[in-house]
Structures are given as C-alpha cells and as structure tokens.
C-alpha cells in the first residue's frame, strides 16, 4: 500500500501534468513560431513532429510518474528531479518577459511548474522516501 506522501504526489503530478498538457495544446502555434524563432530550420518541420516532440515529453513524465509512484524505483525519483531542475533553469531567462507581460497562459504554466514541484517534495518526506528506499521509516525531523 502507497503511504500518503506518495498519493498525494501522483495526484497532485498528475494534474500539473495534464495543466502542462493542455497548455501545450493550447499554445501550440505560439511554441512553434518560438522553435522557428531559435532555429529558422525548424519551419521545415510538420506539425505532427512537433507535436510527436510535445507527446514524447510528456510520455516521459508518464512514465517517470509510473516508475515512481507505482514501482517504488528511487532513481526514477532522481531522474524527476533532475529534469525538473533543468526544465526550471531554461525557464529561467524566460521568466522576465512572463512578469513585464503577465496573462492567463503564463499564469497558468508557473502553477504548473509550481504543482510539479510540490509533488517532488513529497518524494522528500519521511514515509515516501521509506517507501521508496523500501526501508523502515525513520521518526525525527520531515520536510512535509
């Protein structure tokens, strides 16, 4: 049985993963004239590739959520946290232009990312990370 911590990320995962979805569905012609932008090349590409590039991520993430929420794998847990991070840092120079022109969609992606990354730090609390090391949990300080 998944202790808490572990419920409560896959639900909490799995909605950002679906709010990410969607807004990849949403903002999907502004996230080609953005890849054209950075690489002229890239307007060669169908729509299909890129949306089978946009599938791909998220197929990952399915994925990574499986191999830890119901596989109990620790490294998938670290690969999670790993690609969030760096997901995060190439956010970053963005992060200027979403304030000085602050909208829905932009809102909408940060609580995404904000979601993601609450559901990893449930990965980070004493009956998760029993769960995943499958080793007795420990009593004392937990960062949930």
């Known amino acids: 049985m998944q202790p808490p911590s572990i419920i409560r990320f896959s639900r909490i995962f799995l909605a ?15 996230l080609k004239a953005s890849l054209i932008r950075q690489d002229p090349a890239a307007a060669s590409l169908s729509d299909g590739v890129l949306a089978l590039a946009v599938a791909l ?9 499986y191999l830890i929420a119901r596989r109990g794998s620790n ?3 670290w ?24 909208g829905l969609m932009s809102g909408l992606s940060l609580l995404a990312i904000a979601a993601q990354v609450y559901a990893i730090v449930m ?3 004493a009956d ?3 769960w995943l090391g499958r080793e007795r949990p420990v009593d004392g300080f ?3």
């Open 16 to 30: 950002a993963l679906a709010l990410a979805a969607a807004l990849s569905v949403l903002t999907f012609p502004s």
């Open 57 to 65: 991520g998220l197929g990952v993430m399915v994925v990574l959520w």
């Open 75 to 77: 490294l998938a847990k």
């Open 79 to 102: 690969v999670l946290v790993a690609v969030t991070v760096v997901s995060i840092l190439l956010q970053l120079p963005k992060l200027g232009a979403v304030m000085a022109n602050p």
């Open 123 to 125: 990965l980070f609390r």
């Open 128 to 130: 998760a990370r029993a």
């Open 142 to 144: 937990d960062i949930g």
